[in-house]
């Protein structure tokens, strides 16, 4: 301890006063018995690639300049002030004029559980439509907070009638209802007009997930009665991972803000949140969690292309570029196509992985292969908002090709 040492120890060179210190620090340093890492003694290395999977998308120049501003505090009035116009971004997005509206730090996942944590409680009813794996997930999400899950099953890339979605309505009577209208593991994009009345009807709540095809697919949140509608950041909206534009409605407020349970996450507590995004009415906002700063700067700045977009709202799909006259290319769905994301067949005898590491290695390209209950059955090509080029169309068929001319095909 340093009441043993001798006052000649404790006299350093920038005198007897700062040396106590010093010796803290030292003493520190040299009980580390585990060596500092050499990759960590190595610049940080990160390649180029074309990102034509289902996501994360290149980001332009502009969101990533927009992302390396200096910080701010997370509670500084400048940082109100964009944390305001990204409300206002996502207002337009989702085409809404929801007061409830904010950005979830995290992925799309953080927007998932935030919508389920908050409108349903313990032992309440929710049906959720799974085509893909965006139901499955969000069915396991419900089960761990102790809601009675019931699950409307199909095989992927196929979709659900009003017809039936009103009939599993009306057999388990649900709070809310989950449908995937961008569902990526398939490539296909819902229709969800009409199910929005078909909910209210029935007093259930609308959730609709747009984590892949917002900014890709036209959405639109007040007109189609969604109630509460979540996207993420680095899809079609091309700003980096760990943002998540969220909105409620009245119907789901009235819902979530009247629970005889606290939400199940301190985290995602809407109470909370609403505060910290000034949406709750009260004068001051308090601490609740220190927002990912950096990516609030590059989520205005995508939301700010959207809404400048030249285009206006409607944007340029893939389904225009990757067509059924492509070369090497079979379309697995024709109807109901996400504009975002493409779902393509193996084709017959080759090796997914194979063909996908190849063109990994030599074209830089990702691609994906299917996910969930659409693994072993598709390969994907996702062209989103800034990518959705004919050239970076082209460089990814032309890829494929490659692939099929240098991977082996092992059957017949
Ligand atoms: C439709 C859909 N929902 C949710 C998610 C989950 O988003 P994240 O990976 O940002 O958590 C994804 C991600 O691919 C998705 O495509």
Redesign the pocket.
Known sequence: SIGSLTSAALEGPLGAKSAPVLLRLDRSMSSVTIPPPACMLRPLEVPLRYLFG???SNVPPRILAAGSRPIIGHLHPEMYEIMNDIKKGIQYAFQTENNMTIAMS???????ECAVFNTVEPGESVLIAIN???GE?VAEIAERMGANVHRMVKTPGRYFTNTEIEQAIKKHKPVLLFL??????AGLCHPVDGIGDICRKHDCLFLV?????LGAAPIFMDKQNIDILYS????ALNAP??T?PISFNDRACHKMFNRKTKPVSYLFDMTHLSNYWGCDGKPARVYHHTGPVSGFFALRESLAILAERVKGYFPTSSVTFLNKKSPFFICVLQDLRLPS?TTIAIPEGYDWREMLTYIMKHHCIEMTGG?GPSIGMVMRIGLMGYNCEKTNADMALHALADALKNCKKSKA
């Open positions: 289902p996501g994360p995290g992925s799309g996942h953080a927007a998932m893909g794996i965006w997930r995937a209208h961008g569902e990526s593991s997930d747009t984590v892949a095809s993420g950041s680095q899809k991972p760990g998540a994301v996910l």
